[in-house]
């Protein structure tokens, strides 16, 4: 089983930074991205920023700019900088893994972390 282990959440004041965390564990051959969501209260959960193995990025519009999604290939891990945060950054902050492999010929799949809270506010 593949595991998606987030950290770094917290309480931060408008115009603050946060460094978010994802680890993939488990029997891992190969995944083709990773990337951060997010779901405010209310509201559907939508896309912040994404990483493939070949360092392609995609950010949201919102957030272009002010935030930086980095990853370690070798130790499955993605990271989100996130500076300049805004009260509107408030929300649950999820992990996705896309196109995992366990094995060389083995069959993609997509594994989503638990979520960790971001509150921006003074």
């Known amino acids: 089983q593949v595991q998606l282990v987030e950290s770094g959440g917290g309480l931060v004041q408008p115009g603050g930074s946060l460094t978010l965390s994802c680890a993939a564990s488990?029997?891992?051959?190969?995944?083709?991205?990773m990337g951060w969501y997010r779901q405010a209260p209310g509201k559907q959960r939508e896309l912040v920023a994404t990483?493939?193995?070949?360092?392609?990025?995609n950010y949201a519009d919102d957030v272009e700019g002010r935030f930086t999604i980095s990853r370690d290939n070798a130790k499955n891990t993605v990271y989100l900088q996130m500076n300049s945060l805004k009260p509107e950054d408030t929300a649950v902050y999820y992990c996705?893994?896309?196109?995992?492999?366990?094995?060389?010929?083995?069959?993609?799949?997509?594994?989503w972390g638990q979520g960790t809270q971001v509150t921006v506010s003074s």
């Open positions: 996705k893994a896309v196109g995992v492999r366990r094995s060389y010929y083995g069959d993609r799949s997509n594994y």
């Open positions: 990483s493939t193995i070949a360092g392609k990025t």
């Open positions: 488990g029997r891992i051959f190969s995944v083709d991205a």
